[in-house]
């Protein structure tokens, strides 16, 4: 059976060549962006908020604490819409709707994110420039527009989490005089538990990493910002918004922002696995 | 006093159906918008004329043609990469450490930001190995991108045959390798097909890797190597440089309901194959 140990071989080289492609990202990444990190210092490069890059200055302080903050303002609004939808899908809808809602909510995710960017611009900027004030491209629209960005991922993941709780529990909860909510809040949330967070985590991840729709809504100003309606840029961003002009010294910057960034991710997808793994 | 546990609840359950409308909402109010100034600009002559002065006039022909071009090759390059490693993992291997590390690194690769993989194959197909930027630089960039999409599906797609129909196999003398390509792939073949519909769909939208991949030229590509403008990208420089809102509305109504279609179709082949074997 030589042919059959053959096909094996190649089958196993094509499963192999397809995650080196990791490695590779990872390997070029780091040899682009590492350089300038050891040139300026690490110290430097993480904790001064200067971002001239054609003078000499490269600090991403000010990148780091806007993507942070607009991530956790996606979450603010991403969590419990999505928890929401979640819970009434998988817990609290009769099976028809169910097979009608579920993938209609998960058309939001096949939508590209320059159309929501775009959107964005065109309703939500001037909607907070006219009523909250300020120059409406800012970190409140950023974090409005990836909070819906992230919903596809936190309620599809949420979903699975859910409807992985045994109906025994559901059972045994009714039966001792429990209504449907109490037995969502105390049983079934709590059994889900590790899963939902997995939603949250890998939803976080989404939005450190989108990159379009925020550079069109949050203004890209390179500031800490003092309020939500201060323009901000983001690491990914600040990458997107520069490489086609940027070389040299420049250049390198820019990967080792996007070293930063994928450090970040990493530690995130790695948290989420780690949580799956000790359910 | 304590509010009554059941009446809590009709309380409780009338704000999660207000907050899940709420949802459907943004969806319905994004697909009407996109649509309604969206769809008027869509005539023939918008498909099908070059577009002129930076796409200020014109049509978008040469952005469909780019983005076909992309997709396509994306797809040929991902798809026997993505089916191979997923029979790999399902049908010759246990459970194993060799698996583990294959699905770990599938599942990392979904989460790598679209940003960072513009990066790598800026610097690898771009720059290193000197494609510039081009059909080829775009399509290989985003071929990596779709892979763990396509390993994912089609590993589900595998799992769902039924184990029975390889073992009536083996015990009719037939070899592994026959098994998997007479049985096993054409059972499996609805859920691979939506693997691939979907990574069209992911194509189509996708703009941060293809901008420093594949440049932004506005001439229609004839070869690998030439530059290539591809819808999204057409429409987000429409749209952020502030050239043409009615251009940039009905390219958006062109790429948005072409995806939604793609999706809904592969989700009803998906749904009509687990029907068939659940």
Known sequence: MKKEAFIERVLLFLALSSISTLLLITVFIFLEGLPLMAHVGLKKFLLSSHWAPTKGHFGILAMIISSILVTLGAMVLGVPLGLACAIVLAEFSPEKVKTLLKPTLELLAGIPSVVYGFLGVVWLVPLIRDHLGGPGLSLLAGAIILGIMILPTIISISIDALSAVPDLYRDGSIALGATEWQTVRRVVLPAARSGIITAIILGMGRAVGETMAVIMVAGNALKIPHSILDPVRTLTSNIALELAYASGRHREALFATGIVLFVIIVILNLTATFITRRR | ?278
């Open chain 2, 1 to 278: 006093m304590r509010l009554d546990p059941r009446i809590f609840q009709v309380f409780v359950k009338a704000g999660l159906w207000l907050l899940t409308g709420f949802t459907l909402l943004i969806l319905v109010f994004i697909i009407v918008t996109i649509s309604i100034k969206g769809l008027p600009q869509v005539t023939p002559s918008f498909l099908l004329q070059e577009p002129h002065d930076m796409g200020r006039t014109g049509g978008i022909f040469s952005t469909i043609v780019a983005t076909a071009y992309i997709t396509l090759l994306a797809i040929l390059l991902a798809s026997p990469l993505g089916v191979g490693s997923a029979i790999y993992l399902t049908e010759y291997t246990r459970e194993g450490w060799i698996t583990r590390i294959i699905r770990f690194g599938a599942e990392c690769l979904a989460g790598v930001p679209s940003i960072i993989l513009g990066l790598f194959g800026f610097v690898l197909f771009v720059m290193k190995l000197g494609f510039g930027w081009s059909i080829l630089s775009g399509g290989l960039s985003l071929a990596i991108m779709l892979l763990p999409i396509i390993i994912r599906t089609s590993e589900e797609a595998i799992k769902a045959v039924p184990p029975e129909y390889r073992l009536v196999c083996f015990s009719l003398g037939l070899s592994k390798w026959q098994t998997i390509t007479r049985i096993v792939l054409p059972c499996a073949l609805p859920g691979i097909t939506t693997g691939i519909m979907l990574s069209v769909g992911r194509s189509l939208g996708e703009t941060a890797v293809l901008l420093f991949t594949a440049g932004a030229a506005l001439r229609t590509p004839v070869s690998l190597f030439d530059s290539g403008r591809t819808m999204a990208v057409h429409f987000y420089i429409l749209a952020r440089e502030g050239i043409s809102m009615p251009n940039a509305y009905g390219t958006a109504a062109i790429l948005m309901i072409s995806i939604l279609l793609i999706n809904v179709v592969a989700y009803s082949l998906m749904q009509r194959l687990m029907k068939r074997y659940t």
